[in-house]
């Protein structure tokens, strides 16, 4: 089976810096992507990382431990638009099917 | 501006009755595509991969014959959501891959489904 899992929730302050941990099992695996969901729209592409180590993209990285089944992403200067749902999912298989995790519910307080 | 594209955005229907949702990649062909479905405050939960020319491929749990697809073009695949239940009201989403742009997937806008 696919299991990947994210905290439920966080907190954050303006201008501050924020880490969003996924750690994953599942039965393949061909890449790890990270989203953003703000309420009610489509997930917007943030990352992808399929080798082990960091992505860096603006105020957006992304890093991939693939034998610890483990990846997080990291937003600086956080800024208040930055208040959304930050999805972590695997492509098990290839292609573009995509497992999700469960969500980040992130809050970016002044 | 959008390269998947979903329709409707929204729609309410009665109970009973059945809802057809488009997806379309509007700049490439997909030989596959993806239906998701999001209930509030959930993350996306795949229900079937869409297969051009071929029958789709449903993840377990997921009724084939309440979920209708459909992938009769290369930029085209639809939902159809048969006999329309109170619990069938979700957020649906589909997704599409570009093979000429690495590893983008593109989501469409989501289609709002409310069944009273």
């Known amino acids: 089976g696919q299991n990947i899992d994210q905290p439920t929730e966080m907190t954050a302050t303006e201008g501050a810096i924020v880490q969003i941990n996924c750690t994953y099992q599942?039965?393949?695996?061909?890449?790890l992507f990270w989203y953003q969901q703000h309420a009610g729209e489509a997930p917007t592409f943030l990352s992808y990382?399929?080798?082990?180590g960091l992505e860096e993209k603006g105020r957006f990285s992304s890093f991939l431990s693939r034998s610890k089944g483990y990846s997080y992403l990291l937003l600086k200067e956080l800024q208040m638009k930055d208040s959304a749902s930050y999805l972590c999912?695997?492509?098990?298989?290839?292609?573009?099917?995509?497992?999700f995790g469960t969500g980040t519910q992130l809050k970016v307080e002044l | 501006g959008a390269v998947v594209s979903q329709h409707p955005s929204w729609v309410i229907c009665k109970s009973g009755t059945s809802v057809k949702i488009e997806c379309r990649s509007l700049?490439?062909?997909?030989?596959?595509m993806f239906w998701y479905r999001q209930f509030p405050k959930q993350s996306l939960m795949l229900m079937a991969t869409?297969?051009?020319?071929?029958?789709?491929?449903?993840e377990q749990g997921v009724e084939k014959d309440k979920f209708l697809i459909n992938h009769a073009s290369l930029t085209l695949s639809t939902l159809t959501v048969t006999s329309a239940h109170p619990e069938d009201s979700s957020f649906y989403i589909c997704?599409?891959?570009?093979?000429?742009?690495?590893?983008?997937?593109?989501f469409g806008e989501g289609s709002w489904l409310t069944v009273v």
């Open positions: 997704s599409a891959g570009d093979s000429f742009s690495g590893n983008t997937i593109y």
């Open positions: 599942t039965s393949g695996f061909n890449g």
């Open positions: 990382n399929v080798l082990d």
């Open positions: 999912a695997v492509s098990p298989s290839g292609g573009n099917k995509l497992t």
């Open positions: 700049d490439f062909q997909a030989t596959t």
């Open positions: 869409s297969n051009e020319g071929s029958k789709a491929t449903y």
